[in-house]
């Protein structure tokens, strides 16, 4: 069965940088097209980014452009989220989401069946 576990989220200030990880524990990762959606408190869960198997192509909400950048390692079966000039409005639960071969649109929620716990990125003003 395949896990997903966040690390790296924190308490930042606006403006500040934050890297998100999400590894998972499964043989065959380069299978997955692995996301991240975040969600904050009384908001609907958010898609952020998303990157296919092989990494060469990736997928940004298009508010977030320019300051996050996901990336992932194979050999290391890990997805990141790099965050930079972060924002208040940016305090949310980043949680990573994985999808087999998941092709087309990637910001439905509803298309991802494993699921990591979420970590807590909170940006003070």
């Known amino acids: 069965q395949v896990q997903l576990v966040e690390s790296g989220g924190g308490l930042v200030q606006t403006g500040g940088s934050l890297r998100l990880s999400c590894t998972a524990s499964?043989?065959?990762?380069?299978?997955?097209?692995m996301t991240w959606f975040r969600q904050a408190p009384g908001k609907e869960r958010e898609f952020v980014a998303a990157?296919?198997?092989?990494?060469?192509?990736?997928f940004y909400a298009d508010s977030l452009k320019g300051r996050f950048t996901i990336s992932r390692d194979n050999a290391k079966n890990t997805v990141y989220l790099q965050m930079n000039s972060l924002k208040p409005e940016d305090t949310a639960v980043y949680s990573c989401?994985?999808?087999?071969?998941?092709?087309?649109?990637?910001?439905?929620?509803?298309?991802?069946?494993?699921w990591g716990q979420g970590t807590q990125v909170t940006v003070s003003s």
């Open positions: 499964v043989r065959t990762f380069t299978r997955y097209t």
């Open positions: 989401a994985a999808a087999v071969y998941l092709t087309g649109t990637y910001s439905n929620p509803q298309d991802y069946t494993i």
């Open positions: 990157i296919i198997w092989s990494g060469g192509s990736t």
